[in-house]
Every structure is written in C-alpha cells, then in structure tokens.
C-alpha cells in the first residue's frame, strides 16, 4: 500500500509557535507597560517644574518684604486651585552669605599670613610683594560684602505632590530693591 504525502503542521510545530508567539507578546506588552508608567513619569516632572516656575515667577514679579524674621526661614504653603489641591510647596529663603576677606583668598589670620601652603603664586604672596594687600582694599570689599548681604536673597521653591511623594525644586536669587547701596568707605 502507498502512503500519502500529508501536508500541514505537527502537535509539536504548532506548540513551539505558540510558544514563541506568546513570548514575543509578553515582552512587547511589559515594554509598553513600562512606556506607560514612564509617560504618567515625565507628565508629573513636567507638571511639578511648572507649578514650580510658576511660583518662582510669581515672586520674582511681587517679592515678599525681606526681613531678617525671614533670614532662614522654611514655609510650607498650599496650591489656592482645586486642581492642584494634592500638590504643596515649601518656600525657602535665605539670606546671601559672603565669606570674608581672608577665606576667599585662603588667609588664616591676619597680616597676609598665607593658607594651605601657598608659596610665590598665592594671592597675598605676590599682594604683599606688590603692596597690594591695604587696608583700603579690605575696606573696599567688606563694605562691597555687606552691601551684596543686604540686597540679595536666595529663595528655593520645592514643590510637592503630596498623592506620589515626587518633588522638584527651583532656587533663584532675589535683588531686595528696597535697600540702598551704601557707597562711603570713609575712614
């Protein structure tokens, strides 16, 4: 008797494609899954750097009264918009604060004693070769120090989601125009 030649997939043909098709399917679909939660991701770190710009704008535009009250103060505020009501932020300003004279120049005491093992290249090295180093100069920028201290503020704004614990923040300096510059290095 003579054997047909039958045509079509085995049992076994047929499990190995289901097999492979099924793995190519779960991968595909946790990849979107994960495109997702990184798309849901991005729009909630947009929506914190805008609240967060917003706020800053707001101040730049209306700056609070500074006071030394305010000097390091931390406050927590909410969003008025009901829309933003699971959102908060906290609002940080501080005070610019300048090193003096001798740390900016790495001085340990007076006189133009040098710091970390200076030698010829050092600042008072060569200030004092070249007389440089007065007692002008340190008046010039203590008075300059004082000045920048009183008008500039820093403020950071780091807003909240209060739902997903994620946060952005946003520092800026802030001039105070109500102080006056004081120019007289009198002696």
Do not use: C
Request: aromatic share 12%; proline share 2%.
């Amino acid at each position: 008797m003579k054997l047909k030649n039958e045509s079509g997939f085995s049992l076994l043909e047929v499990m190995i494609a289901i097999t492979l098709f099924a793995f190519f399917i779960s991968a595909f679909l946790s990849s979107q899954g994960y495109n997702v939660a990184d798309s849901v991701n991005s729009e909630q770190q947009l929506e914190l750097h805008t609240l967060a710009e917003r706020t800053m704008n707001e101040l730049l535009i209306n700056p609070p009264k500074f006071t030394n009250a305010q000097r390091n103060s931390i406050e927590t505020k909410k969003f008025t918009e009901t829309e933003f009501s699971h959102f908060e932020y906290d609002l940080e300003i501080r005070k610019m604060e300048i090193p003096d004279f001798g740390q900016l120049f790495a001085q340990k005491g007076q006189g133009g004693e040098e710091g970390g093992g200076g030698g010829d290249s050092s600042y008072y090295n060569n200030a004092n070769k070249a007389n440089r180093n007065s007692g002008l100069e340190k008046v010039i920028f203590e008075q300059l120090k004082k000045n920048i201290e009183r008008m500039l503020w820093q403020v950071r704004i780091t807003v909240r989601n209060k739902e997903t614990g994620m946060s952005y923040s946003l520092s800026s300096y802030i001039t105070d125009y109500n102080q006056r510059v004081q120019l007289n290095v009198g002696f």
